[in-house]
Structure formats: structure tokens, C-alpha cells
């Protein structure tokens, strides 16, 4: 299911796209049928690619609980990927995203994240969403707590060393 809001869609990444980014972008521009912008995914998001191409291998039906394209409407270019670290789960679902360098401090990357939030709260097993940054104040954590998400623990991550997490609860 494409997650809509005001200046993007957020699509669900399926098997084939992921294939299509291990080719180049030209074949992933034809797969989506959007441009790519410059940048439009780091180092860390390329290996994320790779992990969930081979969840997706294993189960298609994890595509809606998993990475999405971030697609900027008005300019029908790829901007960056979002989604989801797996299904929801203990009733919560933890989200992730990343923005193209030319399209930050346009208040997309708050928009992307208040979308997979929305999206989350909307499915009825849901009773949080969690999310997690490096240990440093920044625009992540100016952004989680706009969309009211508060610091509840710093912890280390087997693979990410230390982080910060963030909780929302849904509203009683």
C-alpha cells in the first residue's frame, strides 16, 4: 500500500525494484518510472537494500512493513527511502528514513516520517512506534520530537554501537 501525503508517496519496495537498484539506477528510473536524485541513498541505506531484498525473497507479503521509496510528487523524482523495520510486532513497529541532500530543510523528511507514522497508528495492533538515532542532538531528533516522539533510553546497538530511542504512544 503507497503511504500518501501532502508532497510525496512513500512505495513499497518490492523484490523486483530492490533487484533493479543492484543493476543501476537507470534500471531502477525505469522500474519506478520516476527520476533519481543525486544521492538519493547512503552507504548505510545501500546495505539496508541488500538485507531487504532478501527478506523480500523469502516473503514478498513483508513489502508493506518494510522499505519504501520516497518519492517526491511534484517532481516525480526518487528522494530517498523510509518504511519500516519489519511487521509490527509486541504492538509496535520502529520507523526509519532518509532524504536526497538537495531536497533537506524542506520539511520532506518530517512529512515522510509523520506518513509511516500515521500509517502505523492506523493498523489496529499498533499501540507504538519507536525510532532510533545516534546519540547526538540533530535534525533527526528535531524531527522525531515534532512528531511528538520522546527519548526513552540510550542504549547500545549489537550493530549500530550506541544510539538513542524514541517512543510514540498511541493516544488513549
Known sequence: ????????????????????????E??????????IAPDWAGDDAMDAIGRSRDMLADDPELAQWWMHFIVHDADNRLIGL??????????QV????????????????????RG???????HPTVEHVLAHTLPVESASTTILRRLGLRFIQALTDP??????????????
Request: net charge positive; charged share 20%; glycine share 14%.
Open 116 to 122: 509511516m507514522v500515521d500509517h502505523a497508528l492506523a
Open 159 to 172: 550493530d549500530d554501537g550506541p544510539i538513542w530511542r524514541w517512543r510514540l504512544d498511541r493516544a488513549s
Open 94 to 113: 520502529e520507523i526509519g528514513y532518509e532524504i536526497a541532500p538537495g531536497y533537506r530543510g524542506q520539511g520532506l523528511a518530517t512529512e515522510a516520517a
Open 26 to 35: 537507470a534500471a531502477l528510473s525505469r522500474a519506478l518510472g520516476v527520476s
Open 82 to 91: 523510509g518504511g519500516f523495520k519489519g511487521q509490527p510486532a509486541g504492538g
Open 1 to 24: 500500500m503507497t503511504i500518501r501525503t501532502a508532497r510525496l508517496r512513500l512505495e513499497p519496495a518490492r523484490y523486483s525494484d530492490l533487484l533493479a537498484v543492484a543493476v543501476g
